[in-house]
């Protein structure tokens, strides 16, 4: 009787060990998901900035109301970066909060620039 009683503590130890790591393991990934996410996510923003400002150069080259253009883009690129990052923190819970490195826009554009690397192998393809 003791041996089979040894069989399953071994057992119940081995699956328990086997789900903990595993459980560490999905974890792991799924924060790194998240991170790429946020990568993604602000790369995005900066790219519509991009257009914006190309879109208000256009404007202006065409003289097509250079004044009332002129502030509609800065409204419009001020209010982007703004609540761009306020959206992203809102989508959060609480428990993912921690993680993220950023709390405004100044902190995210350091958190971009810190995954440089990692921007530019996501938009590679408009690059070949």
């Not at 996510?41 to 202006?60: C, G, K, Q």
Request: aromatic share 14%; glycine share 0%; charged share 25%.
């Amino acid at each position: 009787m003791n041996i089979w009683l040894l069989h399953l503590l071994v057992f119940i130890f081995g699956y328990v060990t086997c789900r903990t790591f595993y459980f560490f393991r999905a974890n792991r990934i799924s924060l790194s998901l998240i991170k790429l996410s946020h990568i993604i996510y602000l790369s995005t923003v900066i790219r519509s900035i991009e257009t914006l400002i190309e879109a208000r150069t256009t404007a202006l080259v065409n003289n097509i109301e250079p004044t009332k253009s002129r502030d509609f883009f800065e409204d419009e690129i001020k209010t982007l970066k703004e609540s761009s990052v306020a959206y992203l923190l809102q989508l959060h819970p609480k428990f993912y909060r921690d993680i993220l490195a950023f709390d405004d826009w100044e902190s995210s554009m350091r958190y971009l620039n810190q995954n440089k690397e990692a921007v530019f192998k996501i938009w590679k393809m408009d690059h070949d």
